[in-house]
């Protein structure tokens, strides 16, 4: 069983930054696609970025010339700089993984994240 464990949130002031990390822990298991998504309160969740294991990155349109997210090995990160109050939400890692002939997509149990105005 792969699990993905996300850390990094916190609190910041607007215009601060952090850094997200999401790494995939198991064994016998490839990962194809890696992503990040958030879920403010009272909203659904939302893709804010993705990767691709081609190295296509999209992002969303709020976070553009903001976020980067980069991956090394089996860590995917979320550099999240120039913050405002609207990017609050819980993060969540997504991984699209291949463990042999199974292809399953994993969720990380989530990291908060306030930005203060």
């Known amino acids: 069983q792969v699990q993905l464990v996300e850390s990094g949130g916190g609190l910041v002031q607007a215009g601060g930054s952090l850094r997200l990390s999401c790494v995939a822990s198991g064994s016998d298991f490839s990962i194809n696609n890696m992503a990040w998504y958030r879920q403010a309160r009272g909203k659904q969740r939302e893709l804010v970025a993705s990767?691709?294991?081609?190295?296509n990155r999209n992002y969303a349109d709020s976070v553009k010339g903001r976020f980067i997210i980069s991956r090394a090995g089996k860590t995917v990160y979320l550099q999240m700089n120039s913050l405002k109050p609207e990017d609050t939400a819980v993060y969540y890692c997504n991984a699209d993984i291949q463990t042999g002939p199974r292809r399953v997509v994993s969720w990380g149990q989530g990291t908060q994240v306030t930005v203060s105005s």
């Open positions: 990767l691709t294991s081609g190295g």
